[in-house]
């Protein structure tokens, strides 16, 4: 039987019909009219999550990776500030789904009332709809509820990809369920234009086929609606720059060569087109804030300005694969006109600009694959990829931010997964094991051991799998602070910045029914390395990497150091 609140059932009703399909919930009182109508329904796949900064993160993983449409429910007060980190990640991520808060009537806000606080609005600016409904006692009031409903939902299918909020106030009797099925609601259709406009992309074609020195940047997005055809016409007009985030095979170790070459002049860029959300280089933000002529132009559905660069000069709003795709349409149109000046110098200058990078990006592979560097955490990123690839293993990779992200730019030859769109640590290893839930290959993640302690509760629920593979690379601090230039100066460095500690995930992982393994040498690293990759159990496997700061610190050195030897000259 369905809740007797009329506002709960509109808005049951209404999720179904848009297609909200999975609801990750969260225990408590004032939303389990909610939760019941969430679980009686057979069209909603629900999961059971107790930390509510858990929860959101669980919400992004399954959006991420099977592509559902995710609700995540919580109580009133504060539990729904607890999801203000999931939320503000997918909203620079471009990742939508709904976020549902039950809430105590207005009228008891600031009256020193248990679990209340100001709730409509609490998460904007992080939402593209921000909505809170009536508790209808007239048909108007209905009216007004389906409306309101039906104007959030719409903005979750919208263009921006962004979180939405439902605020849902309940007035108590909270428990009495006593509607046989849901009244069918009217559904309010929106469609929304992505196509690019027209004359701009035709300037952006011409842009970049008359330009001596173009670079392409596709930053974190999902690329696959893409086909060989853009991608290769793409490698042919420019310098097309990509990471692990993307997926995309092109030159994706240009973080490697400006380690050694951000200051060459001649690498810089007379056109930059930048399409998708975060890159993680730092070093090609700063590179390419001094480019010094040309444009930059800028693919996306935000209405604000994003002058990631410095530079922008042209803003076409579209998503990155609409703008990709019409951008490859007007470049074909224009090349078979006549009237476009294309001289043999520019083809010149463009040829030898690609070959410049390619000759350093195949002087840099070489590097990478010649490194032979010592037990480190770097060395167990190296050879867990190494393994999976070796074992032609099924899987997603999620690497966690600060080093493991930074190392996945160095040796992952695949698209990885990862908390970009904020960089925080919390919440990457909830979002790994969201990823988890509902799909049928592995899922392994990357992460170190300050974001892995910090978000732990994400072990603590019923539904992990064993298809989640954990590796935890332990060093017993934030040791990639160690690589910033005199930060260890400061006396609050080892216990305030690093956040030097002894702890290790045994404890956690028998108290949550985690297999686990260990290993402090590079022996033991390869000795488990295949057992931990080919793990096929019912339940999740953690294999802890412990390794010396030091040596982390050392090896990604000495690495950068062998590369810092090449030249831009052949």
């Known amino acids: 039987m369905y809740s007797s609140k009329c506002n709960v059932n509109i808005l049951t009703d209404l999720m179904i019909q848009h297609g909200i399909n999975t609801v990750v919930m969260c225990p408590g009182s004032r939303n389990t009219p909610l939760l019941n109508n969430f679980n009686e329904s057979v069209n909603f796949q629900c999961f059971s999550v107790t930390d509510e900064r858990s929860a959101g ?28 980190p999931a939320v503000a990640e997918a909203f620079y991520q471009r990742v939508p789904f709904v976020v549902i808060s039950a809430d105590r009537p207005e009228s008891w806000i600031d009256q020193l009332d248990g679990q209340t606080l100001h709730q409509t609005n609490a998460l904007k600016p992080y939402v593209s709809a921000s909505v809170s409904l009536p508790e209808p006692l007239n048909s108007e009031q209905e009216w007004q509820c389906n409306r ?52 701009g992309m035709e300037q952006v074609a011409t842009l970049l086929l008359q330009a001596k020195r173009p670079i392409v940047v596709l930053g974190q997005a999902n690329y696959t609606l893409l086909n060989k055809e853009h991608l290769d016409f793409l490698n042919s007009v420019a310098v097309l720059l990509t990471e692990p985030l993307s997926g995309i095979d092109a030159l994706s170790n240009f973080d490697d060569i400006l380690s050694a070459h951000i200051n060459d002049d001649c690498l810089l860029p007379d056109l930059v087109l930048y399409a998708g959300e975060s890159v993680v280089s730092k070093r090609l933000k700063h590179f390419l804030r001094k480019q010094k002529e040309g444009n930059q132009v800028r693919f996306s559905t935000q209405k ?13 709003e579209c998503s990155a694969i609409e703008g990709l795709k019409a951008l490859y349409s007007a470049c074909s149109t224009l090349q078979t006109d006549s009237h476009l000046m294309v001289t043999d110098e520019q083809l010149k200058e463009k040829k030898a600009y690609i070959n410049l990078w390619n000759d350093l990006s195949c002087k840099v592979k070489a590097v990478r694959n010649d490194f032979k560097t010592i037990y480190s955490s770097m060395q167990a990123v190296a050879l867990f990829e190494q393994e999976i690839a070796q074992q032609q293993v099924d899987c997603a990779v999620h690497y966690a ?42 899922v392994f993640c990357v992460i170190g051991d300050l974001a892995f302690f910090y978000d732990q509760n994400a072990l603590w629920n019923n539904h992990l799998k064993g298809n989640m593979h954990i590796l935890l690379l332990n060093n017993s601090g934030g040791g990639i ?33 985690v297999d686990y393994m260990a290993v402090h040498t590079e022996e033991e690293l390869k000795s488990l390395l295949p057992q931990f990759v080919s793990h096929c159990g019912t339940r999740p496997i953690l294999l802890e990497v412990f390794t010396n700061q030091q040596q982390d610190t050392e090896a990604l050195k000495t690495y950068y150091q062998t590369i810092a030897q090449l030249s831009t000259k052949k």
């Open 57 to 84: 993160f669980y919400a992004l993983g399954l959006a991420q990776m099977a592509k559902r449409k995710v609700a995540v429910c919580v109580t009133s007060g504060s539990a729904l500030l607890n999801l203000l």
């Open 148 to 199: 309101l409903v039906n104007e959030a939902l719409n903005r979750f299918h919208a263009p921006e990809a962004c979180p939405v909020h439902i605020n849902v106030p309940i007035s108590e009797p909270l428990f009495q369920f006593n509607q046989a099925e849901l009244a069918p609601q009217r559904k309010i259709t929106s469609y929304f234009s992505v196509a690019p406009n027209q004359s």
């Open 304 to 316: 604000n300005i994003e002058d990631t660069f410095s530079h922008l000069s042209l803003l076409i």
């Open 401 to 442: 931010n600060s080093s493991a992200v930074r190392l996945a730019n160095i040796y992952a030859l695949h698209r990885i997964y990862c908390n970009r769109g904020v960089n925080g640590i919390e919440g990457c290893l909830s979002t790994s094991v969201g990823m988890s839930l509902d799909s049928s290959a592995n």
């Open 481 to 513: 602070f160690n690589m910033l230039p005199n930060i260890s100066e400061t006396t609050s460095y080892e216990t305030f910045v690093k956040a030097h500690h002894n702890t290790n995930a045994q404890g956690i992982c028998q108290q949550n029914n």
